[in-house]
């Protein structure tokens, strides 16, 4: 009972801003009128699907120790290639390819700069979202693509438990336990967190911790090009600054979802969890009236506390 008691402290001195957010929020949520229905949860979890998959793939490569600053342009590039493709005439499956693939080259091309090349995460992918962009721009010629309907089937809803849940939800949930269970029970997916712990403790291992790294860009660059399915299922619509800002939400998740800036610690599951309480945060703000620019306020103070948490917790660890 006492290891117990030692394990239950030292995961609240751990995890204390969570505890307290998840407090506040609910405090927040049973004092506000009309949240809990049916329609406002699952719209909900509606708008948190595309973002959370980014968070989802952003929380890959930040277990393996990296940073992806180019999600939101890889959204918008898969969404150009996407868009394109339906309108060469392409069938729905084609524009669904084109879009994963995109995705996936990109992730790759960041992962092989980080792990082959030793450049820094944080000014690759930077450097990509730059260059993405302008590749963005290319493919669509500077125009917007309007009435892309190839995945308006993903709007349609379905019943579960007398709530009406979107093909977006659904394919959010799906893609959160895919990659849970891919990280928590295959040999890969524990080599990628012991990457992002200790690389070179790993390496001395026989872990090979290049593969591991571009792996996590990788599934990162997948999410995007999923993300992106979903956005066009939502929007229709392709432009040259499509999702963009949309991979600071993604860190902003993860964060507040407990997975660790320095690498190694943290969990999907954290993550998603993370996007919804965003996302709730942003509904309770709407439905109380107040200004939009309150969610920028919350979201930053929020960051900051949860990377100085992290930051001082890795400080105790180390001594």
């Known amino acids: 009972m006492a290891v117990d008691s030692k394990l ?3 995961f609240a001195m751990r995890r204390w801003p969570q505890i307290l957010l ?3 929020a609910l ?14 949860l699952s719209s909900i979890l509606t708008r948190a699907a595309i973002v959370g998959v980014l968070a989802v793939g952003q929380c890959c490569v930040l277990l393996a120790g990296g940073f992806d600053l180019s999600q939101g342009a890889t959204v918008g590039l898969a969404c150009a290639m996407a868009g394109t493709a339906m309108t060469k005439g392409y069938d729905s499956s084609t524009c669904f390819a084109a879009a994963l693939s995109t995705g996936l080259l990109v992730g790759i091309v960041n992962g092989f700069f980080v792990a082959k090349m030793g450049t820094n995460p944080f000014v690759t992918t930077l450097s990509g979202l730059m260059v993405v962009r302008g590749l963005t721009f290319l493919v669509l010629g500077g125009l917007t693509l ?18 009406a849940l979107s093909g977006r939800a659904a394919v959010f949930m799906l893609a959160t336990s895919v990659i849970w269970i891919f990280l928590r029970q295959t040999l890969w997916g524990q080599h990628l967190r012991a990457t992002g712990g200790n690389a070179e403790a790993a390496r001395l291992a026989g872990v090979r911790t290049d593969r591991m790294k571009i792996l ?3 599934l990162s660059g997948l999410c995007a ?6 956005l066009l299922s939502f929007v229709k619509v392709s432009k040259t600054d499509t999702a963009n800002g949309y991979e600071l939400d993604s860190i902003a998740s993860c964060v507040i979802g407990g997975v660790s800036l320095a690498g190694g610690e943290g ?5 998603a969890a993370g996007c919804l309480m965003l996302k709730t945060i942003e509904t309770i703000i709407t439905l109380r009236g107040l200004d939009d620019q309150y969610r920028s ?13 992290d930051a001082w917790v890795g400080r105790g660890r180390r001594k």
Request: charged share 10%.
């Open 267 to 271: 969990s999907v599951l954290g993550a």
């Open 297 to 309: 306020l919350v979201t930053g103070a929020l960051i900051l506390t949860f990377a100085a948490t």
């Open 216 to 218: 996590s860009f990788a």
């Open 8 to 10: 239950w402290l030292r």
């Open 146 to 163: 309007n009435k892309l309907t190839m995945f308006a089937a993903l709007d349609s809803k379905v019943d579960v438990a007398g709530v």
């Open 225 to 230: 090009g999923l993300a992106a399915v979903l």
């Open 27 to 40: 405090w927040l949520t049973f004092s506000t009128e009309r949240f809990y229905t049916g329609s406002n």
């Open 22 to 24: 998840f407090v506040a």
